[in-house]
């Protein structure tokens, strides 16, 4: 049974780039959520989506975009890229049923550096 | 921002003591959830507390939940050095249609053989 895979792995851009981040959640899950981490701190909430809408953003500019695909999968995209989106990008996966907050499987994430 | 508010930020201990990790929070939720993160890779899901509950056991880990002081403290009796990592707790705030995670800015734990 496959967990949550997420592509890539690293991700070097520079400033006012645009970046794709791509997310498989766990077989059988339906709902995607995407966090950004920077060093040293905590996970936040960038959104989540079910039935390929975005349900819940959290504090993001517009810059930060999303999409679900009908086999659940995810894409996180960031445009005009700055030095402060250097972080970590985490793909969760849950099952709605069960409440969207419920357990929450992650990936291993998305190291992007931005120069 | 960060709901969570978590301490210590940092914890040495030695293999085989107890490790305790408080988390405090300001908005109503639905669940409390514990996370292990090794080394900046993916988070791993510990242990989810709802907000009716008051203790939970999972192996050698026991969380308590204290709604009314919004607060939630996890417990790691007899630690191991792979024990080592960071800690977060999350507060579940569920909407009308989806709901999301609030991390806190997590423990630094190690552990030492």
């Known amino acids: 049974d496959a967990g949550v895979t997420q592509s890539p792995t690293h991700l070097i851009k520079t400033r006012g780039q645009q970046v794709t981040l791509r997310c498989s959640p766990k077989?059988?899950?339906?709902?995607v959520s995407w966090y950004q981490q920077a060093l040293g701190q905590g996970p936040q909430f960038i959104f989540q989506?079910?039935?390929?809408?975005?349900?819940q953003r959290g504090n993001f500019p517009d810059r930060f975009s999303g999409h679900q695909f009908p086999n659940y999968s995810s894409e996180l995209n960031v445009n005009a890229l700055l030095l402060g989106d250097s972080a970590l990008y985490l793909c969760?996966?849950?099952?709605?049923?069960?409440?969207?907050?419920?357990?929450?499987?992650f990936g291993p994430g998305t190291r992007l550096t931005v120069l | 921002s960060q709901q969570g508010e978590e301490d210590p930020q940092a914890l040495s201990i030695q293999e085989g003591e107890n490790a305790t990790m408080n988390c405090s929070y300001k908005?109503?939720?639905?669940?409390l959830q514990w996370y292990r993160q090794n080394s900046g890779r993916g988070l791993v899901h510990l242990i989810l507390?709802?907000?009716?509950?008051r203790e939970k056991h999972s192996g050698r880990l026991r969380v308590t939940l204290d709604t009314s002081k919004k607060s939630s403290s996890l417990l790691i009796t007899a630690s191991r050095a792979a024990d080592t990592a960071s800690y977060f707790c999350?507060?579940?705030?569920?909407?009308?249609?989806?709901?999301?995670?609030?991390f806190g800015q997590g423990t630094e734990l190690s552990v030492k053989p």
């Open positions: 969760a996966s849950s099952l709605a049923l069960a409440g969207y907050t419920d357990t929450q499987y």
């Open positions: 077989s059988g899950h339906d709902t």
């Open positions: 989506y079910y039935e390929e809408e975005e349900r």
């Open positions: 908005t109503s939720i639905n669940n």
């Open positions: 507390i709802r907000s009716n509950e």
């Open positions: 999350a507060t579940a705030v569920i909407y009308n249609q989806g709901g999301k995670l609030i």
